[in-house]
């Protein structure tokens, strides 16, 4: 005999059967299991062992051995094992926790997301094996949280199978506490809700695996304990072989029969299976036994013990009473079920609750509709109670109900899951549930039960729970309640199908998929007049649900679940015995690559209150911000569109921005260890949240997004405030720690922060103010000038002592500062801000960089830093009573202290003059009037300190180009006045003359650079310091701005341009010049009109002049004149046309109060056209881009003219005043463009001429007389522009040139015109203009934007196609050239008729003129277009 192994002994095996036990053989002897021959004992290890497998010995392994999971081994596909070593028993501790994982109260569970109404926890116990194989999987498909894309963009695609040696599947059995994970070759069983990170884990080698990875796995179904143990058994079936085993108990299973060598489990096979046929489901229905479902359709009972309790294995195939097929009790469900083609497969099997112990009802589902209901006996008996289709009711109430799912195809219709309605409901929960009253029913006949039905699409599926109560072969579709939240298809490859769970007490459904689960609400809502109208149409009004993501990638993915129920008064003494005790319904999840994952609701009365949970935006925000952010969270929160408008997005972005700053939420520790740490967490909780609202595209508004970068900003500057903190207290000698920031937070106002409470242990009032008050920061930076005012003037230090305050307060001023500055610029993009630009208007947040408070105690600490510099620096270095270093550092500090002043008083400028408070715009008023002068006397300060190039900086940045001029000269003066002072040596002289001569070569550089805004200043400068000579002898002017200046100065006059031309005859100069700004340089239109004029002028003087010269000098001269004068001509009739169009617009913004309002007033008026094309939105920021730069009176370029002309609204008869507008368009295009450019410029204007009526309509002629369609031809845009370019050619073409016939034809003019102006093309010409490139002014533009321009490009193309197909456009163009052709000669033949009649009248004396006759074959005098 084999004496077993001591460290066996006290093992899982306490409280099971003897061993010794003979085993009784089954009454069906088919059934019986033949022991298989004894083999050497293998002995178990602890999983966490680590044992020297090179000293051990290979030894064989028994394939079906069954063993606790405290063994270490290698898994091979046909079920063998190598020992590693002897079992060893160790103490294993939990798993440590890590730095900032969020642990639920007690159970070592580590919260993954929560809100107010579930929790989702990752539950702590994995069987070692299983936790490496997820850890694996996490370190290999990690990822930034930051950097993830949408569900819909991942790269890992739907219907991808998994790796075939990682698939496993399972279930959680919340009545016994345990949960079960197969893979091909071994079952695991481990009590999932044990607090310890390694449980008690009992693996058990499977019976003939499947030697074919792709089989299915096998199916398992843990079985409820026996008389004499307390843990389940475990009963296996191997689908593809039909093998099954059964272990009675789990822990007893690892207990061997030593004499025999025997595993403790009996095994069989099921009979009678067909070819092909594998076992697809396992169904629980005990205390009557299982159901096994089988591919081709058919059922069978599985029973796991005999009529006295003991195990044996037996398998009858149920057999129908309508049929006589042989085979079993109740045959096959193909012929209760119909055909799999008519009523589709067998979706699901439900075992009902039990009212009698023994028997059970089950109900049997198909994707199609069709329901079956048996009620079955231990032992396989069984009576049949319900076979209903419900396919066409289930379809008609769905789409009755829900209006998405009656868009869909019907035939797409499915059956996904359906689930047995809890029963013995306390009262509260039966009255607050919106089910029907089936569920007070207790009758074995009715069937309550609730489907998981879906509708689709090839890209998503629309998903609905469905109440139906069946009752013999009565039936009745009750409640539709539509899931809005998740729509993704059901993945075919996914490890197990949609489950659907409705725990006690049926206030809640868990929609279990492969990647998601949906929390449903079954409760009833408050009552209102809505709620009552949609239960009146059998539609549960909307309630609560959300949708729990999975990272979709790699192999994350739900293999197993399962449900836990409150305890109550519905089960019986045994459940309550070994059901895991919780308070509230959950689904606990078995996940591939990560474990288990517990989905619990936090209090399922709150559903049926008179306030039940809801999902808001900010609790989306929460989850994403907090949760989301850690790299190791399996779920996903950017996978699914927010169900919020942009508004009530971005309202709860602002709060829970405020929170993070502040403190305020729970999610942040108020005490924390490290205070950097914590700062450093909250700014990355801050770009978290800025992230995820970009990758979701929130449509946030300027006041959203500033607030939220504002937020972000104070906590950086937060963060940097607390290092230089630490380092003034560590540069500050023992016993003299107190600094500048710490004085600080004592002496703000007490209104201004929140106090520390030292009752409850807050005592450090720096850290508390860091915590709780960083949102004030502005009120923070600007109490450190007070400090120093109320140190110095109260004398509470030494001189030193102050010195070091202002040191410190520059320190903390402008490093904060600046800190913002680089934040903003380094975010702007993440935040969709220009970072140059501050906000301002009505609603918009106030700079907190720019705050009154910050601007006027900046300038207040400058102004002290002067006084403080004078009265310790400029005297004497070496007679300083304070610390020399310190006040060098506040002398080299003050160029970037009053840069960061400028600064923050430019914000508060652009801020205040747009504020709604007329006494914040009065005070920024006050602020533009003193800005010249303050930052002039700013920068000119720190020439006292020998900061010349510092200023010369200073007022580069902020263009100060009069401070900048009179810095530069004062410096050459005084260089060269140090050169010329007595006792200057030579080499000092030399050394100055040469440092004054660099400089006034830098302000030549600068002359160029900046040209008159600084040529300007420094000739006034010059010109007051050395008078006009120093002026005219400058030298280093190469591009001739002494002469510009002095242009520009009215007293100066003899020597302006007008002096050129009178007095120095130099008019070739004084064109140029003036031809040059005109054409080139100069952005208003006004003036470049002027100056074309006037250069014109002069090219013609001077031409005029030249005549009287050399003639073969006046021909090449006149050939160049000619040019230009040709370029002037086309530039002044651009401005022409586009003067004429700005007095469209003026009627219109004559009533704004400003540039905004005009641009809103012009825009909501001649916009209206562009605005009505849904197809062509990017045309609008091309037109405002236009409209914008036309109300400022700009010079527009020609292509940009165009656009504004052919996108317009303007009154129909403004060709009255200035022509219609295409045919402006085309005149643009003549004079403004040239070669390929012109020929595709005047394609689009055709193009948008030709779609601005509707030809389909034209093109109905139907019941018009001939009068009347020509009204309507001539009210069309074509038809006018037509008009205009065949009224043009009629007075270009030269009188000799004219046909002889009176009717000018289109041949005519085309033949006979001299002119180049021929832009005249066929509606099919105009086609694929700019639909593939775009024109010159987008080349450096983003692609995305060209790409949207050329879709609606693309989009004008579609609609002229159409009416060129459908509304015979080229042949009605052909008509409408024909009808203002005829129209122009009817126009032409009335003068001439008045011109004949005024000269027989001067000749006869006549009165009578020759009649006219009313109509030519052309459009009316009558017509609209008059």
């Excluded at 030697?211 to 409820?224: E, F, H, I, R």
């Excluded at 093309?1321 to 987008?1338: E, H, M, N, Q």
Aim: with cysteine; glycine share 6%.
């Amino acid at each position: 005999m084999f004496e077993p192994n001591q460290q066996d002994q006290g093992g899982p095996a306490k409280g099971t059967r003897s061993s010794r036990r003979r085993a009784r053989p089954s009454s069906n002897t088919d059934a019986t299991v033949q022991a298989p021959k004894a083999k050497r004992q293998r002995v178990p290890l602890h999983e966490t062992t680590v044992a020297n497998t090179e000293a051990l010995p290979e030894t064989d392994l028994e394939l079906d051995q069954v063993k606790s999971d405290k063994v270490l081994v290698n898994i091979k596909r046909d079920g063998n094992e190598n020992l590693l070593g002897p079992r060893k028993e160790l103490s294993v501790r939990s798993k440590k926790q890590k730095a900032g994982e969020r642990t639920a109260k007690g159970d070592g569970s580590i919260v993954l997301t929560t809100n107010s109404a579930y929790t989702v926890s990752k539950l702590p116990a994995l069987p070692d094996r299983l936790r490496a194989d997820a850890q694996s999987k996490l370190d290999q498909h990690s990822y930034l949280p930051n950097s993830l894309p949408p569900l819909d963009q991942l790269s890992i695609k739907p219907g991808v199978p998994n790796n075939s040696q990682d698939r496993q599947h399972g279930a959680v059995y919340s009545t016994s506490g345990y949960a079960l994970s197969l893979t091909h070759t071994h079952a695991f069983v481990w009590p999932y809700a044990s607090t310890a990170a390694s449980p008690e884990t009992f693996t058990f080698g499977l019976p003939y695996p499947s030697k074919n990875p792709t089989d299915p796995l096998p199916l398992g179904s843990l079985v409820s304990p026996s008389a004499a143990s307390d843990e389940p058994g475990l009963v296996v079936v191997m689908p593809m072989s039909g093998k099954i085993a059964y272990w009675e108990s789990i822990s007893s299973a690892a207990t061997l029969d030593f004499i025999r060598q025997q595993r403790h489990g009996v095994e069989d096979t099921i009979p009678g299976m067909f070819s092909g046929e594998h076992v697809v489901q396992i169904v629980n229905a005990e205390s009557a036994g299982f159901v096994l479902v089988f591919s081709s359709g058919r059922l069978a009972y599985l029973s796991v013990r005999d009529m006295h309790g003991r195990p044996t294995i037996s398998v009858q195939f149920l057999r129908s009473s309508l049929t006589n097929a042989v085979g079993g009790l109740l045959g096959s469900i193909r012929h209760v079920l119909g055909s799999t083609s008519a009523h589709g497969d067998v979706v699901a099997v439900r075992a009902s609750h039990a009212t009698r112990v023994g028997e059970r009802v089950i109900v049997a589902a198909t994707t199609k509709g069709k329901f079956n209901a048996w009620r079955i006996h231990r032992g396989g008996h069984h009576d049949a109670l319900s076979d209903i289709d419900l396919k066409s009711e289930l379809i008609h109430q769905i789409q009755e109900a829900d209006s998405t799912s009656a868009g869909l195809p019907e035939e797409s219709f499915q059956v996904v899951d359906f689930t047995c309605v809890p029963r013995g409901l306390d009262r509260k929960y039966v009255e607050a549930s919106r089910l029907s009253e089936a569920l007070v029913h207790d009758e074995d006949s009715v069937q309550h039960l609730l489907l998981l039905t879906s509708f689709s699409s090839k890209t998503q599926s629309r998903y609905a729970l469905v109440e139906v109560v069946i009752s013999g072969q009565n039936k009745k579709v009750g409640a539709v309640r539509p899931l809005t939240s998740y729509t993704s298809p059901v993945r075919l490859n996914a490890p197990e199908r949609p489950k659907l769970y409705v725990p006690r007490p049926a206030m809640v459904a868990f929609v279990v998929f492969d990647r998601a689960v949906v929390i449903a609400s079954l409760a009833a809502p408050p009552d209102s007049p809505e709620s009552q109208l949609q239960e009146d149409s059998h539609i549960i009004p909307a309630t609560f649900e959300d949708v729990v993501d999975l990272r979709d990638e790699g192999n994350v993915q739900i293999v197993g679940s399962g449900t836990e129920e409150p305890t109550t008064s519905g089960h019986s003494q045994d459940e309550l015995r070994l059901r895991h005790r919780t308070k509230n319904p959950a689904a606990v999840l078995l996940v591939q690559g990560v474990g288990t994952v517990r989905v619990a609701v936090n209090e399922v009365d709150r559903f049926a209150s008179e306030m039940p949970p809801t999902i808001s935006a900010k609790s989306k925000l929460e989850q994403a911000v907090f949760f989301g952010v850690k790299h190791d969270n399996p779920l996903v929160f950017q996978g699914r569109s927010l169900p919020f408008t942009a508004q009530e997005i971005g309202d709860a972005a602002i709060e829970l921005s405020h929170e993070i700053v502040a403190s305020k939420t729970p999610f942040i520790p108020n005490v924390p260890a490290s205070l950097e740490n914590n700062m450093r967490t909250r700014v990355d909780y801050l770009e978290r949240l800025i992230s995820h609202l970009n990758t979701f595209k929130v449509d946030l508004d300027a006041r959203t997004r500033w607030a939220l970068l504002y937020d972000s900003e104070k906590m950086a500057v937060a963060t940097w405030l607390w290092r230089k903190n630490e380092q003034f207290i560590a540069e500050r000698p023992k016993g003299d720690k107190k600094n500048l920031l710490s004085e600080t937070v004592l002496y703000i106002n007490e209104k201004q922060k929140t106090e520390p409470n030292p009752a409850i242990g807050e005592v450090d009032p720096v850290r508390h103010w860091f915590i709780n008050d960083v949102w004030k920061l502005e009120i923070f930076i600007a109490w450190a000038y007070q400090i120093i005012k109320y140190a110095y003037t109260e004398r509470l230090t030494d001189e030193n002592g102050i010195n070091r305050l202002v040191w410190e307060a520059a320190i903390v001023n402008k490093g904060a500062l600046q800190e913002a500055e680089q934040h903003r610029l380094r975010n702007a993009r993440l935040y969709g801000v220009n970072p140059r630009k501050c906000p301002h208007g009505v609603g918009m947040p106030a700079p907190w960089t720019g705050t009154k408070v910050i601007h006027v105690n900046l300038k207040r600490l400058i102004e002290f830093s002067y006084e403080w510099l004078d009265n310790y620096y400029l005297p004497s270095l070496e007679k300083a009573s304070v610390d020399v270093k310190i006040l060098k550092s506040i002398r080299d500090m003050l160029p970037a202290l009053t840069s960061r002043y400028f600064t923050a008083l430019n914000e508060y400028i652009s801020w205040a003059e747009k504020s709604s408070d007329p006494e914040i715009q009065e005070d920024a008023r006050k602020c533009i009037q003193a800005y010249p002068t303050n930052i002039y006397e700013k920068i000119l300060r720190l020439k006292d300190y020998d900061l010349w190039d510092e200023a010369i900086a200073l007022a580069q940045e902020h263009e100060a180009y009069a401070a900048l001029a009179d810095v530069m000269v004062q410096h050459i003066l005084t260089l060269e006045e140090s050169a010329l002072a007595p006792g200057t040596s030579t080499t000092k002289a030399e050394e100055c003359h040469a440092k004054a001569e660099d400089r006034k070569r830098q302000m030549g550089g600068y002359f160029n650079q900046y040209q008159e805004r600084f040529a300007f200043p420094a000739y006034e400068a010059l010109l007051e310091a050395s008078g006009v000579q120093a002026v005219l002898e400058f030298p280093y002017d190469t591009e001739g701005y002494a002469t510009k200046f002095l242009r520009s100065r009215p007293e100066l006059a003899k020597i302006s341009w007008i002096n050129d031309v009178e007095r120095e005859n130099d008019i070739a100069r004084a064109a140029e010049t003036l031809l040059t700004l005109g054409l080139t340089q100069e952005q208003q239109v006004w003036s470049k009109k002027i100056e074309l004029s006037l250069g014109k002028l002069a090219l013609l003087a001077e031409e005029a002049d030249q005549r009287n010269g050399d003639s073969e000098m006046i021909n090449g001269f006149s050939g160049s004149k000619a040019a230009s004068i040709e370029k002037v001509d086309q530039a002044l009739e651009v401005i022409a046309v586009q003067n004429g169009l700005y007095s469209q617009i003026r009627p219109t913004i004559a009533e704004a109060v400003d540039e905004r309002a005009e641009f809103e007033l012009a825009m909501k008026y001649h916009g209206a056209w562009i605005h009505a094309q849904k197809k062509q939105k990017a045309f609008q920021s091309v037109f405002e881009d236009g409209m914008e730069r036309l109300l400022k009176h700009e010079a527009l370029p020609p292509l940009t003219l165009i656009d504004l002309l052919t996108l317009v609204y303007l009154d129909p008869k403004h060709f009255e005043a200035i022509g219609d507008q295409f045919y402006l368009a085309l005149k643009v295009a003549k004079h403004g463009l040239k070669g390929e450019e012109r020929s595709n410029a005047e394609r689009l204007i055709w193009r948008r001429c030709l779609i601005r009526d509707d030809w389909k309509q034209v093109n109905v002629t139907n019941l018009k007389d001939d009068e009347h369609q020509l009204q309507v031809l001539g009210e069309t845009a074509v038809y006018r522009t037509l008009f205009a370019v065949v009224d043009e050619r009629k007075f270009q073409i030269p009188p000799s040139k004219h046909p002889s016939n009176t009717a000018l034809t289109s041949l005519a003019i085309l033949e006979h015109s001299n002119d180049a102006f021929r832009p005249c093309i066929k509606p099919s010409d105009a086609l694929g203009v700019y639909t593939d490139s775009l024109d010159r002014r987008f080349d450096g533009m983003d692609d995305s934007f060209r790409h949207k321009l050329m879709d609606a490009m693309k989009a004008e193309d579609v609609k002229l196609k159409t009416y060129i197909d459908k509304a015979r456009l080229d042949e009605w163009f052909k008509t409408t050239l024909e009808a203002a052709e005829n129209t122009v000669a009817l126009v032409y033949g009335r003068m001439t008729a008045k011109k004949a009649a005024a000269a027989a009248i001067a000749v006869n004396g006549s009165t009578r003129a020759p009649l006219e006759s009313a109509s030519a074959g052309g459009v009316s005098a009558g017509s609209s277009f008059w």
